[in-house]
């Protein structure tokens, strides 16, 4: 059996460490960082590293998959269509329990959100955006500590042992149905400002979601670690509180753990208030 493997992120990466695509199709370089140098997407320095052949088209529509058995769709970041998308063999691997979470960024949105749970879906794909029918599914408890990177780690593992499954054993697949559908916006810099008329709790909420990838903002002062702590203070101040660096929220304190000043490194809060 033939697999072409379509992907881009870190996750894309993290799933396709696991098999061996017969060819793997990514987004093209980018300028990226302060330089706005051109960089290979994830996928593509993982693929060549492990000797992979790599296509980066501008469209990937503009390839001709029809000559694959299986065409795996993972964190591409771009819409499929036709004549892709009528492919018998075309399977998307979504970070999260669908329909809630269906879009760009399943991941952060949970965590956000403070679901208990989430998980990982094997579907096939429609014209509408994580719309089709599901395969496969395996939910996992989101902990009380867990970030992005942790959360993220821990649902790659499981979307290739999922994906796997679902390659050996091709279980038939179920509409998903509009039940507690909820749509995972692309994370903008509105989403990254911490917000004093939250509660602690909310603002600890964002910082997980963002962390280690994006981060938070609390003013103009990078949040990549922080938990919430009991006490008050004028919401939206900043100030040393026995030794803790803490900010203040419409109910309760966000302490700071691991920060970043403009234009500086990032670094402990201890450091910061010294």
Same mark, same amino acid.
């Given at each position: 059996?033939?697999? !072409?493997? &379509?992907?881009? +992120?870190? /996750?894309?990466?993290?799933?396709?460490?696991? /098999?061996?695509?017969?060819? #793997?199709?990514?987004?093209?370089?980018?300028?990226?960082?302060?330089?706005?140098?051109?960089?290979?997407? =994830?996928?593509?320095? %993982?693929?060549?590293?492990?000797?992979?052949?790599?296509?980066? =088209? *501008?469209?990937?529509?503009?390839? *001709?998959?029809?000559? /694959?058995?299986d065409v795996v769709v993972c964190a591409f970041g771009a819409m499929i269509r036709e004549p892709l998308l009528s492919h018998p063999g075309l399977v998307?691997?979504?970070? +999260?329990?669908?329909?809630?979470?269906?879009g760009a960024a399943p991941i952060e949105r949970a965590i956000m959100a403070g679901d208990a749970e989430t998980g990982v879906c094997i579907m096939r794909?429609?014209?509408? &955006?994580? %719309?089709?029918? #599901?395969?496969? $599914?395996?939910?996992? =408890?989101?902990?009380?500590? *867990?970030?992005?990177?942790?959360? +993220?780690? $821990?649902?790659?593992? !499981?979307?290739?042992?999922?994906? %796997?499954?679902? &390659?050996?054993?091709?279980?038939?697949?179920?509409?998903?149905?509009?039940?507690?559908?909820?749509?995972?916006? @692309?994370?903008? +810099?509105?989403?990254?400002?911490?917000?004093? %008329?939250?509660?602690?709790?909310?603002?600890?909420?964002?910082?997980?979601?963002?962390?280690?990838?994006?981060?938070a903002k609390a003013g103009e002062l990078g949040v990549w670690r922080a938990r919430a702590v009991a006490g008050t203070a004028e919401p939206g101040s900043? $100030?040393?509180?026995?030794?803790?660096? #803490?900010?203040?929220?419409?109910?309760?304190?966000?302490?700071?753990?691991?920060?970043?000043?403009?234009? @500086?490194?990032?670094? =402990?809060?201890?450091? /910061?208030?010294?």
């Open positions: 059996m033939s697999l !072409a493997y &379509l992907g881009t +992120s870190g /996750f894309a990466v993290e799933v396709m460490a696991h /098999f061996a695509p017969d060819l #793997v199709v990514t987004r093209p370089d980018r300028p990226a960082g302060r330089g706005r140098r051109l960089s290979s997407p =994830p996928v593509a320095d %993982a693929a060549r590293e492990r000797g992979l052949p790599v296509e980066q =088209p *501008d469209d990937v529509h503009a390839l *001709d998959l029809s000559g /694959f058995d998307n691997v979504h970070p +999260s329990l669908l329909p809630r979470w269906r794909m429609v014209e509408e &955006l994580d %719309a089709g029918p #599901v395969c496969a $599914r395996r939910c996992l =408890p989101i902990a009380t500590e *867990d970030d992005y990177g942790s959360l +993220s780690d $821990r649902l790659a593992a !499981a979307a290739a042992e999922l994906l %796997a499954e679902y &390659l050996r054993d091709r279980p038939p697949c179920a509409e998903q149905g509009g039940e507690g559908m909820t749509y995972a916006e @692309k994370i903008g +810099s509105a989403d990254r400002l911490l917000d004093p %008329a939250r509660g602690a709790e909310e603002n600890a909420l964002v910082v997980r979601a963002l962390s280690p990838h994006i981060g900043l $100030r040393v509180d026995d030794g803790r660096l #803490v900010w203040g929220c419409r109910e309760g304190l966000l302490e700071l753990l691991e920060v970043q000043p403009p234009g @500086k490194r990032r670094m =402990p809060a201890a450091e /910061f208030a010294r």
